[in-house]
């Protein structure tokens, strides 16, 4: 086996072990944050719908993918192999998780190391509103009992 086909292999590899992580860390929450009250569709609908969506979306990719592929084939007056064609598909399928990937990640890192003072991602938002509602429940002479012997937030 040539180094470019073991290299595949790897490609390969990775690209459903990270498929298979996603997969199993999504049914793991399932089972272990699930209210056996609730729908399961009702609690993790979103993970659920997105993940389908994703796997409707990769499976239209690879059919409008192989039409391309066979077209190209044909066009050359070659042959089509399933093989030279999981490897266009396997590259371009990790072109686009790859780039995704590296937007997500920047956006993560970035967020954490810079917060915008008073977005909704900012600690400080949650510390101004606990202030306001305390203010107000003061005012009001509504503040539990446990909370009058709290120092006020506004000045902490």
Do not use: C
């Not at 569709?41 to 039409?67: K, P, S, Y």
């Amino acid at each position: 086996m040539s180094a470019g086909a073991w290299a595949m292999l790897v490609a390969f590899a990775l690209m459903f072990g990270s498929l298979a992580f996603v997969i199993v860390s999504m049914i793991r929450s399932i089972q272990d944050h699930r209210d056996p009250e609730a729908s399961v569709w009702r609690q993790f609908g979103l993970g659920l719908g997105l993940m389908i969506l994703f796997f409707a979306t990769w499976i239209a990719h690879f059919i409008t993918e192989w039409q391309v592929y066979t077209d190209e084939q044909l066009t050359h007056g070659q042959d089509t192999s399933i093989g030279d064609f999981l490897s266009e598909f396997g590259q371009s399928t990790l072109e686009n998780w790859q780039s995704e990937f590296l937007q997500l990640f920047a956006f993560v890192v970035l967020a954490d190391l810079y917060v915008h003072k008073g977005s909704a991602e900012s600690k400080d938002s949650d510390d101004r509103v606990e202030a306001s509602l305390h203010r107000i429940e003061q005012h009001l002479g509504t503040l539990p009992k446990e909370s009058e012997e709290l120092p006020d937030p506004e000045t902490v």
